[in-house]
Every structure is written in C-alpha cells, then in structure tokens.
C-alpha cells in the first residue's frame, strides 16, 4: 500500500507487541478496499474510504467470536 507514499510504522526491536492493534486492523483492511484504494485522488478520499470501512466493521459485520454480533450489538449486551 505506497499509495501517497504512506510509511507504515515498525516495530522496534524487543518490543513484539508495539503495534499488535494496528497490524491486526490493517491485516484486514487491505484486502477489503484494496480495489477501492486503487482509485483514491486525494488524502480526503482515502480517509472516508477507511472512515466507512471501520464503521462497516463496527455496525454491519457480524462476529463469530462475538456471539454472532456487531461488535456494537456486543458491546451494548455486555
């Protein structure tokens, strides 16, 4: 993903979990709007890409691990 030459952050050294979150989110967006990134114009474009990819994530996708939820359907049961 070079697009708009974005450098992703790297672990440092000893310190396996740094970023466990974020490489866990990104290893799921890229091959959701991979073909959508493709045709981005602008910085504007690729934040409402990923602002609607997360809100998707959150609000319309059922979990399995969650109890065949959204995770805000599961949040709110908690």
Not at 36 to 46: A, K, M
């Amino acid at each position: 993903m070079d697009i708009f030459s974005i450098t992703p952050s790297m672990l440092r050294k000893a310190n396996a979990l740094d970023n466990a979150c974020m490489e866990s989110f990104f290893s799921y967006l890229k091959p959701e709007i991979q073909k959508e990134l493709q045709t981005v114009q602008s910085i504007e474009d690729t934040k409402q890409l990923i602002h609607d990819y997360i809100r998707y994530d959150n609000h319309r996708r059922i979990q399995g691990v969650l109890d065949y939820q959204t995770p805000v359907q599961y949040a709110k049961a908690g």
